[in-house]
């Protein structure tokens, strides 16, 4: 185990720290929110990211990736929060790709894998179906028949969902929904018949899609997977997303703690600096206590995602509830004490705290995960 990161590594947090600081600052997101953007992020710049082999950080060079592993994801996941940056990277690099390459026919991987690589096509996870993180709790019916399966139900939402050029769709072929069992997932091009696609603009100015599917037909050949068996591929790629994530949210909580610092050091009351007050001194030092923490955590997770270890699950679900803890404390802490200003929107500290709102929900709150980590250490 090693919570530090090799020359490669460190290379590339540098190189992404400047793109994004660059290319995909603030203001970026503020224009894609206040120009309504049909597309929700940069059509360009996502390409020259795919050109520097980001899209295909997980894949193998038979498809075109770079094969660098999860811990080389999180430095550029950590480094998007920072500037809170717009991009498919959740929904098709850290969701999508890894569900074709873990359970994908040869064929599919084929076809699909090395266009994600080349960011030529946008995949989305279809799978929340309540306000709430229950990923067994599907009820999206898949009913087979003489031409392939019939999908009727609906899901939310969707990350990236209204502008994906195909979906993987959770559906329920069998069982109840909260059973386990009886989960498959069908690969649903975007334009299919029957599939209506209504997109909701949230909090954090992200994207997001409410789908409807009403008789959705597809072939055969469109099952990702085995039948009803899709369970325990979905919740392992579900971990890497949450520990991608939490990398995510602390790099957010860095730059929210870091700005805030600066803040602290040029806002004046009674004549000197505020961040003279031993009250605010206090609430810093927790500050960095919690980010420090989670950096700590989220790095083993990131390595034991590498190492295929049988701990992910339990990690995934500390990492993702001790970044939700830190992200909650640090945008609050944030946003008061840069007083009065830290609540307009013309200073970008609130925007901070919009994201965290959104991403401590994705993938299951701190409570979801608490709860979780109980239950898969036996208590």
């Given amino acids: ?16 720290h400047s793109f994004f600081g660059e290319k995909l600052p603030i203001s970026a997101l503020r224009a894609l929110r206040d120009g309504k953007n049909e597309t929700g992020f940069d059509r360009d710049l996502w390409r020259q990211m795919a050109e520097m082999g980001w899209a295909g950080v997980l894949l193998p060079e038979t498809y075109g990736g770079v094969d660098f592993g999860y811990k080389g994801l999180g430095q550029v996941l950590e480094e998007s929060g920072r500037t809170l940056a717009a991009t498919p990277l959740v929904s098709t690099v850290l969701l999508s790709a890894p569900l074709v390459l873990e359970v994908g026919s040869d064929a599919q991987k084929q076809n699909i894998l090395p266009a994600i690589v080349s960011g030529d096509l946008i995949l989305a996870l279809a799978l929340e179906e309540t306000p709430r993180h229950t990923p067994a709790n599907t009820a999206l019916h898949a009913e087979a ?14 990350l990236d969902g209204h502008i994906a050029d195909q979906l993987i769709v959770v559906t329920r072929t069998s069982g109840a929904p909260g059973d386990v069992d009886g989960l498959s997932m069908f690969l649903v091009d975007g334009g299919a018949n029957g599939l209506t696609r209504k997109r909701t603009t949230l909090v954090d100015s992200r994207n997001a899609a409410n789908l409807t599917f009403n008789n959705v037909r597809v072939e055969p050949d469109a099952l990702l997977g085995p039948v009803d068996r899709a369970y325990g591929a979905l919740e392992a790629v579900l971990d890497g997303a949450r520990i991608g994530l939490a990398a995510e949210m602390l790099g957010s909580g860095l730059e929210a703690f870091k700005r805030t610092i600066e803040y602290l050091k040029i806002r004046e009351q009674f004549g000197v600096p505020i961040g003279s007050f031993q009250a605010l001194k206090h609430r810093a030092a927790l500050m960095f206590c919690e980010l ?11 390595t034991a995602l590498d190492e295929k270890r049988s701990d992910v699950p339990q990690l995934a679900s500390l990492a993702k509830a001790k970044a939700c803890e830190m992200i909650e404390l640090v945008t609050n802490e944030a946003v008061q004490m840069h007083g009065g200003i830290g609540m307009t929107d013309e200073e970008e500290i609130g925007f901070f705290m919009k994201r965290a709102r959104v991403a401590q929900q994705t993938f299951g709150d701190a409570g979801f995960h608490r709860d979780r980590y109980a239950t898969l250490m036996g208590f």
């Fill in 292 to 302: 420090e923490l989670t950096k700590s955590t989220v790095l083993e997770a990131l």
């Fill in 1 to 16: 185990m090693s919570l530090l990161l090799n020359e490669e590594q460190t290379l590339l947090k540098d190189y992404t």
């Fill in 145 to 158: 028949d003489s031409d392939g399966y019939i999908l009727n139900g609906a899901k939310t939402f969707v």
